[in-house]
């Protein structure tokens, strides 16, 4: 699932929480459970882009004529549209309830693309891509570097020859700094969904970020639901990550700033796009 968060949406608090008395055992990690996928539905519905996203990626995937992969598709907000336009898009997800999500937005447009309960770590198809596409910084999800390049490998070996990897990167900057926060989103049966968000620990060595998650359903001034997870995310360097990709087997990367393909990062850049190629 995609990582950036439009907080125009939203309303946002600041509040102080003491780390240590927040009890984190017994959390899933990256788990994306049902409220969780209701608040990615709010926050990101089918079909809204950030900033020239989709003209990025309806130009960079114009020529593939086979089919398209989207690993951690979400609730469908990108391969609907990609679909819709007439490609071949595929998609696959750890979350059921995200899945569960996709399919019914996908049911409501009479589309019908592939979409399996599979992880990052272990996917298999068997058939190849033309293209395997993660925006958004859904491949920060795996916070371990070793984990990390196994994928990059399994990507690899999933696309075509001549098949290419686009996928985006949150820069380093939106690791650094923020504490506590609390957002809120009405629904449309008069419920109000809360997210608190407390940084736990921050790994400057292995380059990671773990958040402890607090959703809750309030209705009527009463808490009806909630759900703890626990929310990991790995930073990259934009060289290591080149280095990574080429490692994985990838040739003629292209790094690319705010999605304008071709045009070199700079530090005022909210997004990174690095582009692969399997010779």
């Known amino acids: 699932m995609e990582l950036f968060v439009d907080e125009s ?23 994306y459970g049902s409220l969780a996928a209701l608040v990615y539905d709010l926050d990101k519905p089918i079909g809204r882009t950030f900033g020239t996203e989709m003209e990025f990626y309806l130009s960079r995937l114009s020529d593939c004529r086979g089919p398209i992969l989207e690993p951690g598709v979400g609730n469908g907000r990108l391969l609907i549209p990609l679909v819709e336009a007439g490609l071949s898009v ?21 589309l019908s693309p592939r979409l399996d309960r599979m992880r990052f ?10 293209a395997i596409v993660v925006p958004l910084g859904s491949f920060q999800l795996i916070g371990d570097f070793t984990d990390a ?10 696309l075509a020859p001549g098949g290419r990897l686009i996928l985006d ?9 923020g504490g506590a926060r609390l957002r809120s989103w009405p629904t449309g049966d008069g419920d109000l969904i809360t997210l608190q968000e407390q940084p736990v620990t921050i790994d400057h060595i292995a380059q990671r970020k773990v958040s402890h998650l607090r959703y809750e359903r309030w209705r009527d001034s009463r808490l009806v ?5 626990l929310f990991t995310l790995r930073w990259w360097g934009i060289n290591e990550f080149q280095l990574a990709l080429e490692t994985a087997g990838f040739s003629d990367v292209v790094i690319s700033g705010n999605h304008e393909h071709g045009r070199g990062p700079t530090c005022e850049d909210w997004i990174i796009t690095f582009e692969g190629r399997r010779s």
């Open 9 to 31: 949406d939203a309303l946002v608090h600041t509040s102080r929480f003491d780390s240590r008395t927040l009890n984190v055992e017994g959390c899933m990690n990256n788990r």
């Open 90 to 110: 595929e998609g696959f997800d750890a979350s059921e309830e995200m899945l569960e999500r996709c399919r019914a937005h996908c049911r409501a447009r009479n």
């Open 121 to 130: 770590e272990d996917f298999a198809y068997d058939h190849a891509f033309d």
């Open 149 to 158: 390049l196994m994928v990059l490998k399994r990507f690899h070996n999933h």
């Open 169 to 177: 990167l949150d820069p380093i900057s939106d690791f650094i700094g």
């Open 225 to 229: 639901e909630t759900e703890l997870e």
